[in-house]
């Protein structure tokens, strides 16, 4: 019997230790997160011409330009804080958004897409140039509506860009590590 016993610990010792090394937290996003997950302030920065943020106090990050026929969108990190600047139309000064956000504290901001939380902000630029964003640790998620419709042209940086279905305005732009974007695409846009 007492050979049965010992099978039986040794068994059940060997089970544990298998279901430990299958990622402990139940699933392949959990296992993978760390990899994923890189925060914003890590991602290589790139430079641009014409930059709107020279005159900002403190360094400043720029991770991502989207160039359209009308204008631009740049997203930087600050410190703890994300920012994003869009100008559309001929008179850019007109149709500028500047916004900004820090990232969420304790359990602050919500978890609307992976890779979060997120705080939220929006604005308008003008009568028709809008744009909101998500602000987390690891990804900005933008929503961009400018004054003229035009699919997304060149974009540079840690960023996936698409234009919204069934709305020739809007812009979906997504700003974080390759594997934080893939999470982030993966859900559907609300």
Not at 21 to 47: F, K, M, T, Y
Not at 55 to 71: A, F, K
Not at 98 to 123: F, H, I
Not at 160 to 187: E, L, N, Y
């Amino acid at each position: 019997m007492a050979r049965i016993d010992k099978a039986l610990v040794v068994g059940a010792a060997l089970l544990l230790l298998i279901a430990g090394c299958d990622g402990g937290a139940g699933s392949d996003v959990d296992s993978s997160r760390g990899s994923q997950n890189v925060p914003l302030s890590d991602l290589e920065s790139i430079s641009i011409a014409d930059d709107p943020l020279t005159d900002t106090d403190g360094p400043v990050r720029i991770l991502s330009e989207i160039r359209y026929e009308h204008g631009r969108l740049i997203a930087y990190v600050k410190g703890e804080s994300c920012g994003i600047v869009a100008a559309s139309g001929q008179d850019a000064e007109g149709e500028k958004i500047d916004l900004t956000s820090e990232w969420p504290r304790g359990d602050e901001g919500s978890n609307t897409y992976p890779a979060g939380p997120y705080n939220s902000v929006s604005g308008a630029g003008g009568a028709k140039t809008w744009a909101s964003m998500l602000c987390g640790r690891n990804a900005m998620v933008i929503e961009y509506t400018a004054s003229q419709a035009g699919a997304p042209g060149q974009s540079r940086g840690q960023t996936a860009v698409a234009q919204v279905p069934g709305q020739p305005t809007t812009s979906r732009i997504i700003v974080g590590a390759p594997g934080t974007r893939d999470q982030i695409q993966q859900r559907p846009a609300d």
